[in-house]
Nanobody, 126 residues
């Protein structure tokens, strides 16, 4: 069964770091884009970052630019989201999703996604 699963969330103090993983099973990442989203309580889902496997291009929301880094380990079928200098406003459930093809931030919110993970909680608090 094709699926993706996130891991790596947790509780961290402001200024701390976490690395989230989005691991696929049943399919490879070839020709897919992998997107990270987050949703905080009472807020709309927000696109955070994208990596396009076709050309290794990456995109970031303005709110995380310079603090988050998206990368991929093709052999491990895993996409990582390294999050540094975390802030309380980064607190949310983070989910990954796959899109067959290439996407950018401009269409991220309404692009069709083939797979969604169940999400992992990130809490930034002192």
């Amino acid at each position: 069964q094709d699926q993706v699963a996130e891991s790596g969330g947790g509780l961290v103090q402001p200024g701390g770091s976490l690395r989230l993983s989005c691991t696929t099973s049943g399919f490879t990442l070839h020709n897919y884009a992998v997107a990270w989203f987050r949703q905080a309580p009472g807020k709309e889902r927000e696109g955070v970052s994208i990596i396009n496997t076709r050309d290794d291009s990456t995109y970031y929301a303005d709110s995380v630019q310079g603090r988050f880094t998206i990368s991929m380990d093709d052999a491990k079928r895993t996409v990582y989201l390294q999050m540094n200098n975390l802030k309380p406003e980064d607190t949310a459930v983070y989910s990954c999703a796959t899109h067959f093809g290439r996407i950018s931030m401009g269409i991220m919110s309404h692009a069709p996604y083939r797979h969604w993970g169940q999400g992992t909680q990130v809490t930034v608090s002192s």
